[in-house]
């Protein structure tokens, strides 16, 4: 897949770099044990990737994907609506996006590996 330069929102850069600093128990064992130094597939992904006007959790450029990690506070009613509009808007720019909840990360991150493994094999027939 050919890897294409996505604008963003130079206001979010102190913001994400807190982010990558704080990460949450979630984001940092999935980080630690499918994402860092390309142990996944060989894909390259960074953390608290700036695109367009969102931060998303994780992104691989050679993939077009981006992985979200959803903590409590994604699932009120707003928040629902939120995510799913923020989606849409990086689906706009080419982008996949997977999401996988705290629990999932924490409690079977064995599940999330064949998970994304899955995804991983139809990403690449397309």
């Given at each position: 897949m050919q890897d294409k330069y996505i604008s963003y929102d130079t206001?979010?850069?102190?913001?994400?770099?807190e982010l990558r600093k704080n990460?949450?128990?979630?984001?940092?064992?999935?980080?630690?044990?499918?994402?860092?130094n390309k142990q996944f597939f060989g894909y390259k992904f960074t953390r608290?990737?700036?695109?367009?006007?969102?931060?998303?959790d994780f992104y691989c450029s050679e993939l077009k994907l981006v992985i979200e990690i959803d903590g409590d506070t994604h699932f009120s009613d707003e928040a629902i609506v939120?995510?799913?509009?923020r989606t849409l808007e990086l689906n706009k720019l080419g982008l996949q996006v997977i999401r996988y909840t705290?629990?999932?990360i924490l409690e079977n991150i064995e599940g999330v590996y064949e998970n994304l493994k899955n995804k991983l094999h139809n990403l690449q027939k397309s």
């Amino acid at each position: 897949m050919q890897d294409k330069y996505i604008s963003y929102d130079t206001r979010l850069k102190t913001r994400a770099r807190e982010l990558r600093k704080n990460q949450t128990p979630a984001e940092n064992y999935i980080w630690q044990k499918i994402l860092r130094n390309k142990q996944f597939f060989g894909y390259k992904f960074t953390r608290q990737k700036m695109l367009g006007f969102f931060i998303a959790d994780f992104y691989c450029s050679e993939l077009k994907l981006v992985i979200e990690i959803d903590g409590d506070t994604h699932f009120s009613d707003e928040a629902i609506v939120y995510d799913e509009e923020r989606t849409l808007e990086l689906n706009k720019l080419g982008l996949q996006v997977i999401r996988y909840t705290n629990k999932e990360i924490l409690e079977n991150i064995e599940g999330v590996y064949e998970n994304l493994k899955n995804k991983l094999h139809n990403l690449q027939k397309s």
